[in-house]
């Protein structure tokens, strides 16, 4: 009996694969290489045979008709777009023509034997630039396969793992209690077995999300690698075009020579001129399996796992781990988007200038740096959409995310257009980083909000914290989840803030951190309520006048926190009566109930009248949010006293967020009231 098959490493079959591709081009170009060579020493014979042209022009003939090309097609499968078919037919025609052949000897010397030296050289230097390339997009797409692999071993031993202790578990359910065990013993070792169960149970989970991931990314590496980082079309160069030109130079000497034999060399001239690359490359890819599309990788699942997507994670710490995926990776694929548009840019540059200096290899070094940068940031690009196309597939909001990023980066984009046009300086995009780390063993990008920040913001203004921070340095401040903080300054480095807590300490914050403002509607609103309520203040000149204010200010304040909406889309009315806005729209609501009952509420917006789906809207009056707005007010201590702080002033810096809505409406009427008062 036969052992059975030794199962071969992925990794290792993939080196072996890379391997074999590198040996094929390699003796791909040495046969391109052999044919350039043979046209040369061809176009030399030719002319050193002058005195007896006709005979040693058809014994030289011969002798190449006679060659066996290793890819040349047989008899049956000529082709006229076939290089060697038709170097067959030109030297077909040059043994019937032959006799006819006397001068031209010095045509092909110039327009081949010397050229062809000179392409050989450049071809040589082209495959070993080629080489290297490929190498590295080779060792890229390996690195790739080797975390696929560290993945999916760590997944099948955290599934095994959570096998063994529900085995255990459920073992420990069906025992029975023996004389010698108390009822609470029993108790505590099932606690402590479920415990470790849903411990393990969480662990496999977290792998298996880990091994997809990496999954997805892999096959997206390897599809890019084969139609795009393979070089072949990179190492042919201009080989045909060159060929294509030696070929057409060969039947233009001899039709010049002779105008008797032209009708023949007439002919080879439209079959040479017939040519092509794709032709060539699809032959050749057609002759070697290997340079076809490689088979994606398939999940391998552990024995008794039917999971075979996504999970998300609920009940515990890690509960928004997927929504923090797929932030991470929308600034990725945001920031190399911005890398690829600047080196494009840089790349752009490079080749205007190399057209007015041919012989500067430093800046061809240059060029190619740059290329690599754009093939560098297209892969990690490339391998961010597939992680994020993966997490759209299981219901994670990643356009959000991705949507914001992309504002920020062709923000910062306009901005750099800008800059270089103000300053009329061509070099700005040289500052793009060639030689940045991009180590994608292990990838390390930053887990904040891609939220897009202005860089001019007018102080001081409210946010909140979205995640928390241990200050580490004495000039930094402690931070905690849902706090909320008072921005007064800019920071002293870039992406850090200055803020101030509620009980008055002032320090740097991580600007990512936060949870900036960016609704304006509600802060127009209270501008005009302050206004209002100004000018109530001013026009109080009596002490009987101070309640009847109050009370308006008060009624008019509930009122509006009692009946509004936010807009959780847009919406474009449908017919005269309906009422248009944007996606997070402040709306004042007028009436929740019509006769019909139709799911439409009516409310106003920007002075305009009219119904609009109630499923559009989120209440901002729910028993949740005003349970949340029954907090005490927050007042920094830069607010010593009502009188410090003039009320449109605190209003103009209350740019609200949608969460924190009816909170800030409380807070405004507390300041309003105490304003009053005063």
């Not at 076809?292 to 994670?313: T, W």
């Not at 002033?649 to 209350?654: G, I, M």
Request: aromatic share 8%.
């Amino acid at each position: 009996m036969q052992p059975p098959p030794r199962k071969v490493k992925v990794t290792q079959e993939v080196k072996h694969t890379h391997t074999e591709q590198l040996n094929r081009l390699q003796l791909k170009h040495q046969t391109d290489l052999d044919f350039l060579e043979d046209l040369r020493t061809y176009s030399q014979k030719k002319a050193l045979i002058e005195k007896d042209y006709s005979q040693a022009l058809q014994k030289l003939a011969s002798q190449y008709l006679k060659r066996e090309w290793s890819g040349a097609p047989s008899e049956e499968q000529r082709d006229s777009r076939n290089v060697w078919a038709v170097w067959r037919s030109y030297l077909e025609g040059v043994m019937k023509v032959s006799q006819s052949r006397i001068n031209g000897c010095e045509n092909y010397r110039s327009q081949i034997s010397d050229p062809v030296k000179t392409f050989r050289v450049q071809k040589d230097l082209q495959l070993k630039r080629c080489c290297e390339q490929l190498a590295r997009a080779q060792a890229d797409l390996q690195g790739t396969i080797r975390d696929l692999e560290k993945s999916r071993k760590t997944y099948q031993e955290a599934e095994q793992t959570a096998q063994t202790v529900r085995e255990k578990a459920d073992m420990e359910a069906k025992s029975k209690l023996s004389l010698f065990q108390s009822r609470s013993s029993l108790k505590r070792a099932s606690v402590k077995l479920k415990t470790k169960k849903n411990e393990w149970k969480l662990k496999a989970t977290q792998a298996r999300n880990d091994y997809l991931l990496t999954l997805s990314t892999t096959n997206a590496h390897q599809d890019r690698y084969y139609e795009t980082d393979l070089i072949i079309q990179v190492l042919d160069g201009s080989f045909y075009d060159h060929v294509q030109s030696f070929l057409i130079s060969l039947c233009q000497t001899e039709l010049e020579t002779s105008q008797s034999i032209q009708d023949t060399f007439q002919c080879l001239l439209d079959t040479s001129s017939g040519v092509t690359q794709d032709i060539h490359q699809q032959i050749f890819i057609q002759d070697n399996p290997l340079f076809q599309k490689a088979a994606p990788f398939q999940y391998q699942p552990c024995e008794n796992d039917s999971v075979r997507e996504l999970l998300k994670e609920s009940g515990t710490a890690e509960e928004h781990s997927l929504n923090k995926e797929a932030r991470k990776w929308a600034t990725r694929v945001a920031r190399e988007h911005k890398n690829i548009i600047l080196t494009q840019r840089t790349l752009l540059e490079y080749e205007e200038s190399h057209l007015q200096d041919q012989n500067n290899s430093e800046l061809e070094a240059k060029m190619d740096d740059a290329r690599e940068c754009i093939r560098k940031s297209e892969t990690v690009k490339l391998k961010a959409e597939a992680r994020l196309n993966l997490l759209r597939d299981v219901g994670v909001a990643v356009d959000v995310w991705l949507k914001s990023a992309m504002n920020q980066v062709m923000e910062e984009l306009e901005n750099v257009r800008w800059a270089a046009l103000n300053t009329h300086d061509a070099s700005f995009s040289h500052s793009v980083d060639f030689d940045r780390e991009d180590d994608e063993d292990t990838e390390t990008l930053d887990d904040s909000s891609s939220s897009p920040s202005s860089t001019h913001r007018n102080y001081p203004l409210t946010c909140s914290v979205l995640y928390s921070y241990q200050a580490s340095q004495p000039d930094e401040l402690t931070i905690q989840e849902q706090e909320i903080l008072e921005l007064i300054d800019d920071g002293d480095m870039e992406d850090w803030v200055k803020a101030r807590n509620r009980a008055g300490q002032v320090g740097y914050v991580p600007e990512k951190y936060l949870q900036l403002p960016t609704s304006s509607s509600l802060l127009t609103m209270l501008q005009s309520f302050s206004s209002m309520d100004a000018q109530s203040h001013t026009s109080s000149t009596s002490a009987e006048q101070e309640p009847e204010i109050e009370t308006l200010t008060q009624s008019s304040l509930n009122t509006h926190a009692v009946n509004l909406a936010r807009a959780l889309y847009a919406y474009e009315a449908q017919t005269e009566d309906e009422l248009s806005f944007p996606e997070g729209a402040v709306i004042c609501i007028l009436s929740k109930h019509n006769q019909e009952d139709d799911g439409f509420w009516e409310g106003e917006f920007n002075g305009a009248v009219g119904v609009f789906p109630a499923v559009l809207v989120e209440d901002l009056c729910r028993p949740e949010i005003l349970d949340q707005a029954a907090c005490p007010p927050t007042v920094f201590p830069s607010c010593s006293s009502p009188e410090s702080v003039p009320l449109p002033s605190l209003t103009s810096t209350l740019t609200l967020n949608v969460n924190l809505t009816v909170t800030f409406l409380v807070m405004f009427n507390f300041t309003t009231r105490l304003s009053l008062k005063c």
